[in-house]
């Protein structure tokens, strides 16, 4: 039952927003009770996160798959941002996330949780520039900064262009990693 309730959850964060969708709305999608819901999850925004988490894990397993397809760093960012900006990565619950992220929470176990979802990104990041630097194909300084100013600039592309038709979308991701890391190297 709690795959059930995930799975519906899921849909109606995806249709109707992060803050629209009530557990209500959640127990009428799943066809279960409020006490079987809670017996789950104590609110919203455990169900919200454990979606996130599992999405993430989908995203992790995809890009592992494409990364072992380059043989440099280089390489390797481009790659990960044509991925990034392609339909079979994008996440279809972007638009619920930024959401969730712009609301105040007052749960410091939330707060954990949402800064450990970001920075399972800052670590592709990281990993790649810190690769390049041992390679010498680049010379980066404060790859800890540099990563994190990556994540963020992709996580801030996925939303502008959200909308845009995939090949675009790669496109104008693809560019981006090109500015962004020539923009670095020294």
């Not at 995809?62 to 990565?89: H, N, V």
Request: proline content about 1%; glycine content about 4%; charged content about 35%.
């Amino acid at each position: 039952m709690k795959e059930t309730i995930l799975a519906s959850a899921r849909e109606l964060f995806i249709k109707k927003g992060y803050t629209a969708t009530s557990m209500g709305d959640i127990v009428k999608a799943a066809n279960t009770s409020k006490g079987n819901l809670y017996y789950h999850f104590t609110n919203k925004e455990h169900l919200f996160l454990d979606i996130l988490e599992k999405e993430e894990d989908r995203w992790a397993s995809l890009w592992t798959k494409y990364e072992k397809e380059c043989s440099t760093a280089y390489d390797k960012f481009i790659r990960l941002a044509e991925f990034s900006g392609s339909t079979q990565a994008q996440y279809p619950m972007q638009m619920a996330l930024a959401e969730f992220y712009a609301k105040e929470h007052d749960s410091d176990l939330i707060k954990e949780k949402i800064e450990e979802l970001e920075q399972r990104f800052v670590h592709y990041y990281h990993k790649i520039l810190e690769e390049g630097v041992l390679n010498k194909e680049w010379t980066i300084e404060e790859i800890d900064e540099k990563s994190e100013m990556a994540s963020a600039a992709f996580t801030g592309l996925d939303i502008c262009f959200y909308l845009r038709d995939e090949k675009e979308r790669i496109k104008l991701f693809k560019d981006f990693a090109q500015v962004f890391l020539k923009g670095m190297m020294k």
